[in-house]
């Protein structure tokens, strides 16, 4: 087990995308700036997704311009496309260290629901993504949802987790986070999906993303450090949920992963 984890904080993106209020851009930029100065090093700030598909990220510039850009923090932001892509690209210059998130499905159903596209179309749609993001020395980052369950198609297999991993390798990721989206995992069905992974990346490259529905995310973050995972994504509060997962709660809340994680 490793003696370090990496956490990317995503309670302003993943925690608030699918609150049906709308939620001040000053809330949300406390909620990036405020766990950034307890130290944490990697913060997921909005989507650049269409404002008619999630109309509470709407408010992207906004948040990019008012928060703080601490140089020793990665910032991520979610770019399905290169019309996302090109709205994120005007930050570029405010922060040192910058990445975008290309974030497929190991569901059909899912892919269709949440952006509109096969698994297929979506690869073709991010490889622009990961190429423009490499030209511009943008890390890309690469999230599999549905990798466990899926709210539409109810179990999946670990072979179709291999599958869209050895795609989005194909294309440029350089680094994929296995999520299970309506936390319907327990710790040996998200060892699988991460086994699956590691079939085509290395262990340093490979996360976590753990919704907490059956109250099952801790224990899944354990038994992923247990096969030697030390990258995580969760959310301050346990907050989050996705608009087109219904029945999805929370992550896993980062200051439990924390308490869990120190001696
Ligand atoms: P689409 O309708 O297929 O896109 O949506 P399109 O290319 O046909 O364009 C239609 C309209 O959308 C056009 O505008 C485009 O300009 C606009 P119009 O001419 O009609 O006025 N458009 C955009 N606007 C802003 N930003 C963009 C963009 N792209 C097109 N990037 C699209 C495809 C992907 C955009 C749409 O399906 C979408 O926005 N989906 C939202 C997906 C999302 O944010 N889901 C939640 C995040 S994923 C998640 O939570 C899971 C995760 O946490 C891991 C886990 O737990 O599983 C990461
Ligand atoms: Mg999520």
């Known amino acids: ?29 406390a909620l990036i700036d405020r766990p950034a100065a307890t130290g944490l090093r990697s913060i997921e700030a909005t989507s650049f997704v269409s404002p008619k598909w999630v109309p509470q990220m709407a408010d992207n510039h906004a948040v990019m311009q008012g928060m703080a850009r601490l140089s020793g923090v990665r910032y991520s932001v979610l770019t399905p496309n290169m019309k996302g892509f090109d709205a994120a690209l005007a930050h570029r210059d405010q922060f040192a260290n910058y990445e975008v998130v290309i974030f497929g499905s190991a569901s059909e159903a899912f892919s269709q629901k949440n952006i509109n596209c096969s698994i297929a179309e979506s690869i073709e749609r991010f490889a622009p993504v990961a190429d423009a993001a490499k030209a511009h020395g943008i890390k890309v980052r690469g999230v599999i949802s549905c990798t466990v369950g899926c709210p539409y198609e109810g179990d999946i297999s670990a072979d179709k987790v291999a599958y869209v991993t050895e795609k989005l390798v194909a294309i440029g990721a350089e680094h994929i986070g296995i999520a299970d989206t309506i936390g319907v995992g327990t710790p040996r069905k998200v060892q699988k999906a991460l086994e699956a992974t590691l079939q085509h990346f290395g262990i340093d490259e490979v996360s976590g993303h753990f919704h907490d529905t059956y109250g099952q995310a801790l224990s899944n973050t354990l038994a992923a450090l247990e096969l030697g995972v030390w ?19 929370g992550n896993v809340a980062t200051e439990a992963v924390v308490y869990m994680l120190n001696l």
């Open 1 to 29: 087990m490793s003696d370090f984890v990496r956490i990317v904080e995503v309670g302003a993106r993943d925690g608030l995308q699918h609150e049906k209020t709308l939620v001040p851009a000053a809330t949300k930029i």
């Open 231 to 249: 990258n995580f994504q969760s959310s301050v509060a346990g907050l989050g949920g996705c608009p087109y997962a219904k029945g999805a709660t």
